[in-house]
């Protein structure tokens, strides 16, 4: 059911990437509009959390078609993740079972004796990026929101008798 969800959701954050990519773009190149900078942090904070959704999808969609294949068809137990190429044949020897998990992302293999490999290094980048991705586009918007309420005081009429802030 997850690989249902996670692909197309992966794809509408991709291109909710591509989009923001193009916002950004036409905030920050020459012919832009006149409250660029504004446009341009609320548009990099669009840009990071629609990257921050598309990195976490596509290792959710990978968790999600790793934990398909195990059991489905011949040669598929063990996980076929956990016996890629990549991986030494002294490292897959002794697989007993794996487990899944999306929060962190995750698809380890463990052994017989205990021990546990990943079945792709991309979760470990995926699990450090997404949270950076995240709070960046969390600082981003908070920047742009401080700037829109300043720039509005800004442009308040000063009440008579009192100096302007």
């Given amino acids: 059911m997850m690989i249902l969800l996670a692909g197309p959701a992966f794809l509408a ?17 020459p012919g832009r509009p006149g409250n660029w900078r504004r446009l341009l942090v609320r548009r990099a904070a669009w840009l990071a959390a ?9 290792g959710a969609f990978g968790v999600a078609a790793s934990e398909s294949a195990f059991g489905d068809g011949a040669d598929s137990v063990p996980a076929p993740a956990c016996r890629d190429d990549d991986i030494p044949p002294e490292t897959v020897e002794g697989l007993s079972h794996h487990r899944a998990s999306y929060l962190p ?21 995926a699990n450090r990026a997404v949270p ?7 600082l981003l ?8 309420e300043r720039r509005l005081r800004r442009a308040a009429p000063a009440a008579p008798g009192r100096p302007r802030p």
């Fill in 13 to 29: 954050a991709a291109v909710g990437v591509v989009l923001a990519v193009v916002a950004v773009l036409g905030a920050a190149l």
């Fill in 132 to 138: 950076v991705l995240a709070v960046s586009a969390a």
């Fill in 105 to 125: 992302l995750a698809f380890d293999c463990v052994r017989e004796d205990g021990s546990v490999y990943t079945s792709d290094p991309y979760y470990g980048v």
């Fill in 50 to 58: 629609t990257a921050a959704a598309a990195l976490y999808l596509w």
């Fill in 141 to 148: 918007g908070v920047g742009a929101g401080y700037a829109s």
